[in-house]
T-cell receptor
Framework: QQQVKQSPQSLIVQKGGIPIINCAYENTAFDYFPWYQQFPGKGPALLIAIRPDVSEKKEGRFTISFNKSAKQFSLHIMDSQPGDSATYFCAASKRTGANNLFFGTGTRLTVIP | ETGVTQSPTHLIKTRGQQVTLRCSSQSGHNTVSWYQQALGQGPQFIFQYYREEENGRGNFPPRFSGLQFPNYSSELNVNALELDDSALYLC???????????FGQGTRLTVV
């Protein structure tokens, strides 16, 4: 059972475009929603995270939009660059106790120069 | 750099063998979590150790076991290896059991 559903599976954009990756969850006990970036042969690196008490969070060119009632959240990458080409994972967890992260299946982003 | 280091980086084992993977947590972190990432999939939680005690476990059989040492480094042991155990094994450390997790580069295990 996939607790966090992620789409699309892959995405190709031109340099400067704004790729959007979407995630949905069912468990209302989740209260922490991070995004990770992973390059081939490397471990995931934390990009940005949000709590459900805010609807949007920006860090540099990365923005998370959060819709608590729809149980959906998304990642926007502004002014995308070829160096952003990587696989992006959304995740969710309950922050109390073991922070077991439930990951989405990943989105492979390619930014064309 | 996250400061989480894993060894070895690559490993090939035969079905039925046992394997031990190692993780050194980032300085100041007392919690270590282990994840399995199959090719083309997201990481799946195996278990977490907090101050040397298991503090949560995912849907993995008992042949997956672990340890955390007083310096908060950790081991993941897998007995009776199966072909489906081939994956990237990731270790993540955090300051406590409920703060941000930072991942190492992983150990690529191939079972033949």
């Amino acid at each position: 059972q996939q607790q966090v559903k992620q789409s699309p599976q892959s995405l190709i954009v031109q340099k400067g475009g704004i790729p959007i990756i979407n995630c949905a969850y069912e468990n209302t006990a989740f209260d922490y929603f991070p995004w990770y970036q992973q390059f081939p042969g490397k471990g995931p690196a934390l990009l940005i995270a949000i709590r459900p008490d805010v609807s949007e969070k920006k860090e540099g060119r990365f923005t998370i939009s959060f819709n608590k009632s729809a149980k959906q959240f998304s990642l926007h990458i502004m002014d995308s660059q070829p160096g952003d080409s990587a696989t992006y994972f959304c995740a969710a967890s309950k922050r109390t106790g073991a922070n077991n992260l439930f990951f989405g299946t990943g989105t492979r982003l390619t930014v064309i120069p | 750099e996250t400061g989480v280091t894993q060894s070895p980086t690559h490993l090939i084992k035969t079905r039925g063998q046992q394997v031990t993977l190692r993780c050194s947590s980032q300085s100041g972190h007392n919690t270590v979590s282990w994840y399995q990432q199959a090719l083309g999939q997201g990481p799946q939680f195996i278990f977490q150790y907090y101050r040397e005690e298991e503090n949560g476990r995912g849907n993995f059989p008992p042949r997956f076991s672990g340890l955390q040492f007083p310096n908060y480094s950790s081991e993941l042991n897998v007995n009776a290896l199966e072909l489906d155990d081939s994956a990237l094994y990731l270790c993540a450390s955090s300051q406590t059991a409920s703060t941000e997790a930072f991942f190492g580069q992983g150990t690529r295990l191939t079972v033949v």
